[in-house]
């Protein structure tokens, strides 16, 4: 028989069930209502807290709630990326991932967003792994496929790749260290191994002892990876290490009789192969061999792989060099630029700068486009030995060398072009010269001095110096006719970005017209932008043509409100001020009335603010139609905004396009709507008629073969690697995109006409697409390794610019195919392509059969008019 008391112990349990379910739907509710409040005041962490406190309650909140929980993460992540967080601000988001990650372990979007946050704060080895485990989560994840693909960029640079594959540099390295071992070096020190490939062949080559050292954690893990693949884990140490931080017996049991090492770079001392050496022969390498004891054993006595250098350089006529380091245009879009001086890049050859940065940037010679000219014959400018460790300390205190170099062509002194050859041991020697088919570049040392003309029989005086174990080579002076004409003489001093004093005292040279301004310093790609006038003038065309429609379309009986424009360029952009000048009292458009144009710039530094305002006014542009658009918005994440609360902006100028070929990045720039192509937000701010410049962009691309895209994007199988098995765990981190292409002098065949990929409606939103199938005809047969693409970027419907244009500051971009695809001239390829966001992907299939009408409607090639 049933208990009697059974119903009614039942039913108080399932009152009290119901009294805590209240109370505790009460507590989720205030907290949930608290983490609003505190988001609305921008109190992120407290917010959250409440946030996850109403999730612990109530568990089944999970189901929905993780998008609530990335918005307040994200949220969160801005006032730590703008630059507004302390130390323990930043520690409060790492324990609030950590947490969001344990109530949510599986999901894609938060461990993603996770690896962002350990990007932008640096920790790129930490975020890779982030970015790999979300795409194991979900593999069509784009965006941590696309952070997976930035940041492998970072951890193992394009340059690995080329170096595997160069053959004649793996087999002369593994000839000179066979030599060595076979003449009794019984013990290899590997320096900054990367893969580990001269620790392999020191053991093939029968070695004892073979350590190697690695500072980049992603390459230590690599190379133990390969090490295991080819069965040398337990044969050669490899430590997670600089080498100047290893000791004996700590690290290695006993100093070693070779050292190998390639930690050279295009201006042989870049990657510190001094600082290197010199802690290698006083700690690591046992000493040379003696002038006293010239028969002692090689392995009582130690060595250097490579054993010592040669650098040679010549001077240079380059179009392409001068326009991204000097100043080449007089005015663009109507502005005179002549307010400003000289403009210069930040690489800086003088032996006596300050700047920690390189002397020289790097270039492929045979690649730039319009090539260059040689202006002198060759020239020696330094010798050095590895193996003399007298000679390696004594090289930053030489005394600075002079030589004289001849001028044997007229033309312009745009810079010297520096190589060298590396000589392994006596037998075995590399060349980085320009007309060589190797993994290396060349070091440019731009010419910054205005005066750059020379004649034949002019003398260039050249000073070479390695102050902070840098190779710095100066042009100091030219020597024409017996007269000299020093170089630094004529260079005005350059204003950077720090000194404020030097700021006032630029702007007050505008009231003097006899006091010479100051120079500036941009980045070559800052300098590039502004010496493509094509590009300025077409914006000056289309913003004209806005204004005017503008003001027609107001009434004219009532006082004219300012037109308001802001540009949200990246670095330095002057359309701000050619929008302002177009409304200012110096226009000569009488359709548009004075000072009607009020422009807004959001550069940030300085001394940009300050080449704006002295263009201005060498302009006549009204100082108070310019202003700065960061000065009035609280927060730099939300430069969107209207210009004031009952107005509206007429134009808004994007940077859409990288300089490197590709749309620009949202997630690393300052700008919040860099990449973003959601178009609603842009116009809840432009009045009736307003419009966003570029209004719209189409990406144009063709079919391609380049081997050196291939050797480029990924290690070609064993036979380059001299049979060791290191392809698969490096080409893990193939990136499919390449970037700062020049396809006007890659090496590659067309395999079709160029074709429209891709379109982008900046002001309507609601056409665009995020996918789409081309079918291309073939031309030439061969075989499709790659899809090269660029841009023409539509300003108006009358005015466009193309990225791929002989003065364009942009540069190209191509996805290269998994697996290459074999055609035959007359057959078709269909093209899928994707745009998530900014990023591209693309992949090909052969179409056996197509019919004429699906090919006209799919893909025409592109006329001249395009």
């Known amino acids: 028989m049933p208990n009697a008391t059974t119903r009614p112990k ?67 992540l801005d006032v730590v990326v703008f630059g507004k967080a302390s130390e323990p601000y930043c520690k409060d988001l790492f324990n609030c991932y950590e947490q ?95 893969t580990g490939i001269l620790g392999m062949c020191a053991k093939m080559a029968g070695a004892a002892e073979v350590y190697a050292c690695e500072l980049s ?73 003696s002038t006293h ?31 991204h380091h000097r100043l080449c245009a007089s005015s663009v879009g109507g502005l005179d630029l002549s307010a400003v001086g000289q403009i210069y890049s930040p690489v800086s050859c003088l032996a006596d700068t300050e700047d920690s940065t390189e002397p020289y940037t790097t270039e492929r010679l045979s690649r730039l486009r319009g090539g260059y000219i040689q202006l002198t014959h060759p020239f020696t400018a330094l010798d050095i030995d590895f193996n003399n460790l007298q000679e390696l300390e004594g090289l930053c205190s030489r005394e600075v060398m002079q030589l004289r170099l001849c001028v044997t062509q007229e033309g312009v002194l745009d810079a ?11 037998d075995n020697h590399l060349s980085t010269g320009p007309q060589e088919d190797t993994c290396w570049e060349q070091a440019i040392y731009p010419i910054q001095s205005p005066f750059n003309t020379v004649k034949c029989g002019d003398e260039i005086l050249v ?67 502004l010496n493509n006038t094509a590009y300025h003038n077409s914006f000056q065309r289309a913003m004209s043509k806005l204004l005017v429609s503008l003001k027609s379309t107001r009434r004219s009986d009532t006082e004219l409100d300012p037109i308001y424009v802001l540009d949200v360029s990246e670095g330095f952009s002057v359309l701000s001020l050619i929008a302002a000048q177009l409304g200012s009292e110096s226009s000569e458009d009488k359709q548009i009335s004075p000072g009607l144009v009020q422009a807004y710039s959001s550069v940030e530094k300085e001394h940009h603010q300050t080449m704006l305002r002295l263009l201005a006014k060498g302009n006549g542009v009204l100082e108070s139609t310019l202003e700065f658009w960061l000065s009035h918005v609280e927060d730099d994440s939300a430069v969107l905004q209207r210009p004031a609360t009952e107005k509206l902006w007429s134009g808004i100028i994007l940077d859409c396009i990288e300089t490197c070929g590709l749309i620009r990045q949202k997630m690393l720039e300052k700008a919040t709507l860099a990449s973003s192509f959601c178009c609603e ?64 002098t890659l090496e590659c065949t067309h395999l079709s006409e160029a074709v429209e990929l891709f379109a982008l409606d900046l002001m309507n939103s609601t056409s665009n697409y995020t996918d789409r199938e081309v079918k291309v005809r073939v031309n030439t047969s061969g075989k499709v390794t790659a899809i090269a693409f660029w841009y023409q970027i539509h300003l108006d419907s009358e005015q466009s610019v193309s990225t791929f244009s002989e003065d364009s500051h942009w540069k190209q971009a191509a996805v290269v195919l998994q697996q290459p695809l074999t055609v035959s001239r007359g057959e078709w390829v269909k093209l899928s392509i994707q745009l998530h966001k900014s990023s591209i992907s693309i992949t090909a299939v052969k179409e056996e059969r197509l019919g004429a009408d699906d090919v006209i409607r799919e893909a025409e090639p592109m006329t001249s008019d395009s």
């Open 293 to 323: 004891q010239p028969l002692s054993s090689p392995s009582q006595t130690g060595r250097v792989i490579p054993a010592g250098a040669t650098v040679f350089g010549v001077a240079v006529q380059c179009r392409e060099i001068r326009r």
């Open 463 to 529: 000073e070479v110096s390695c102050k902070d174990s840098y190779l710095r080579l100066c042009c100091a002076a030219i020597i024409r006719d017996g007269h000299t004409f020093h170089m630094d003489n004529v260079t005005p001093k350059i204003l950077t970005a720090s000194p404020e004093a030097e700021l006032c005292s630029a702007l007050a040279g505008l009231q003097t017209s006899q006091e010479k301004p100051c120079a500036f310093m941009l980045e070559s790609a800052e300098i590039a932008l």
């Open 681 to 744: 937000h842009f116009r809840c701010l432009l009045e009736d008629g307003g419009q966003i410049f570029p209004e719209r962009i189409v990406i144009h691309g063709m079919l391609v073969e380049s081997d050196t895209l291939l050797r480029e994007s990924a290690v070609q199988g064993t036979e380059p690697t001299l049979g060791f098995n290191i392809a698969p765990f490096i080409n893990q981190f193939t990136v499919p995109v390449h970037v700062f292409l020049d396809l006007s």
């Open 217 to 289: 954690k992603t390459m230590y893990e690599l190379a133990c990876e390969v090490l295991s693949a080819n069965g040398m884990a337990d044969s050669i140490k490899i430590v997670h290490l600089k080498s100047l931080d290893m000791k004996i017996p700590k690290d290695i049991p006993n100093r070693v009789s070779l050292v190998v090492t390639e930690t050279v770079d295009a201006g042989l001392f870049g990657e510190g192969i001094i600082e290197t050496l010199i802690h290698a022969w006083k700690h690591l390498l046992l000493p040379p061999p």
């Open 416 to 426: 010297l072009a520096v190589w060298f050859q590396l000589h392994l041991d006596q």
């Open 10 to 76: 039942r039913t108080r349990r399932h009152r009290r069930a119901q009294r805590e379910d209240a109370v505790r739907n009460e507590l989720v509710s205030r907290s949930l209502e608290s983490a609003q409040q505190c988001l609305f005041s921008q109190d992120y962490g407290t917010a959250f807290v409440h946030y996850l406190l109403a999730l612990n309650l109530a568990p089944a909140l999970k189901d929905f709630a993780n998008v609530s929980l990335f918005f307040f993460l994200q949220c969160f």
């Open 100 to 194: 969001a990650m344990e109530l949510f372990p599986v999901d894609e979007v938060i461990v993603n967003s996770m690896g962002e946050h350990l990007f932008r704060m640096g920790f790129r080895d930490e975020a890779a792994g982030h970015f790999y485990k979300a795409l194991k989560l979900r593999p069509d994840f784009p965006e941590a496929k696309e952070n997976f693909y930035r940041v492998a960029n970072w951890l193992v640079e394009r340059w690995h790749f080329l170096m595997l594959n160069d053959h004649g540099r793996n087999h002369k390295y593994q000839l000179a260290i066979k030599k060595a071992v076979e003449e009794g070096c019984s013990s290899v020190l590997d320096i900054g191994t990367g």
